[in-house]
């Protein structure tokens, strides 16, 4: 049976295209196929044969050890062949945007990147892009025989995807890699992880000031929540890059995103369209964030947030 094909270094982000590629899948006539790549891959088999991959593809050979994008992809192009894929759905994760073009490239196949949305229309794949940082969404069909999709994470729900057979492959693969990695360096200050974070205060130029953030903290800190960020306050270099939310930053999916002092532009809350209850504080009623909330309150940060979090302390 031809082959619906899924990869990316991050299993979360795999069992996600796997839950979603099933359903695709099933609409086109294919299997879903996994593929996990280097030392120590093979212990993400189990997780993408419950997500519903009939078969995984294992290789642990070294030269996949950090996913270089030219091992990666030479490795994937050898796997589409043996599995004989019409379809590849990478995550699009940093290392996942380096590779997928060069996939692409080495099977003679259309890409389709940044694919926020992936749905079958008269039994043709057609994907959904932002476009013109963001202002409008693109929706692209490919015309090639092998087709290429890099997925932002969180597209799909890996939850509640019926299990698949799981039936590990061991391909023989001839890769090298020309990057050589010299050093592994953590990064400095706090790191956050905002894709897994399930109450997310985010924070935006409401605030004057980079020390008038200490309220946000708070208010976090009361709700057990991780500060996330428009991408202006991280320009200004007042948060980390890490703390970014949106086109740019993290794609999240918490129970609530309560934003303060964020206007709600479409760059950002692509980051936050999979909350599953979005508050904001903002000073003008008629910014686009009122849109999107499920609840809101119109007023000034200044006021608000000491009184908000007093009140949750308090409860
Ligand atoms: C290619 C591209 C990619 C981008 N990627 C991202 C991205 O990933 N993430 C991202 O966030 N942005 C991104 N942007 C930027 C995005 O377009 C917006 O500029 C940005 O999100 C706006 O940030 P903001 O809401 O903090 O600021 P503003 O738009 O300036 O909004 C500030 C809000 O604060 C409110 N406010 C002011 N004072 C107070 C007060 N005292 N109390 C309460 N409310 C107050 C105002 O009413 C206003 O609504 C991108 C842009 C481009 C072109």
Not at 2 to 15: F, I
Not at 229 to 252: N, P, Q, V, Y
């Amino acid at each position: 049976m031809a082959a619906l094909l899924v990869y990316s270094e991050r299993v979360d982000t795999a069992c996600e295209l796997v839950a979603g590629g099933k359903e695709l899948a099933a609409a086109l006539g294919l299997g879903v196929s996994a593929v996990a790549l280097g030392p120590g891959a093979g212990a993400a088999a189990s997780a993408l044969a419950a997500a519903g991959a009939d078969s995984v593809y294992v290789s642990e050979d070294a030269a996949f050890e950090g996913w270089p994008a030219d091992a990666v992809a030479a490795g994937l192009a050898q796997i589409v062949e043996q599995a004989g894929a019409s379809v590849v759905l990478v995550g699009s994760t940093r290392r996942g945007k380096e590779t997928a073009p060069r996939l692409a490239q080495k099977l003679g196949a259309g890409c389709v990147s940044d694919v926020s949305s992936l749905v079958v229309e008269d039994g043709d794949l057609v994907a959904g892009r932002y476009a013109f940082g963001g202002a409008t969404v693109a929706r692209e069909k490919l015309v090639t025989a092998v087709k290429v999709f890099a997925v932002m994470p969180k597209t799909f729900d890996a939850e509640g995807a019926s299990a698949g057979a799981g039936t590990v492959v061991s391909p023989a693969l001839s890769v090298s890699t020309a990057v050589k990695v010299v050093d592994h360096r953590a990064k400095e200050g706090d790191h956050v992880n905002l894709d897994a974070a399930p109450l997310i205060v985010g924070v935006g130029r409401g605030f004057n000031a980079r020390e008038d953030l200490a309220l946000g903290d708070e208010l976090a800190a009361a709700l057990g929540a991780v500060v996330g960020c428009t991408k202006s306050l991280a320009d200004f270099e007042w948060l980390g890059e890490d703390r970014i939310i949106g086109l740019s930053g993290a794609k999240t999916a918490p129970d609530l995103y309560l934003s303060v002092g964020v206007s709600g532009q479409i760059q950002h809350t692509v980051g936050v369209s999979a909350a599953k209850l979005i508050a904001a504080v903002n000073k003008d009623k008629e910014a686009p964030i009122f849109a999107l909330a499920d609840y809101g309150i119109v007023g000034d940060l200044y006021e608000v947030l000491p009184a908000l979090t007093e009140r949750l302390k308090s409860v």
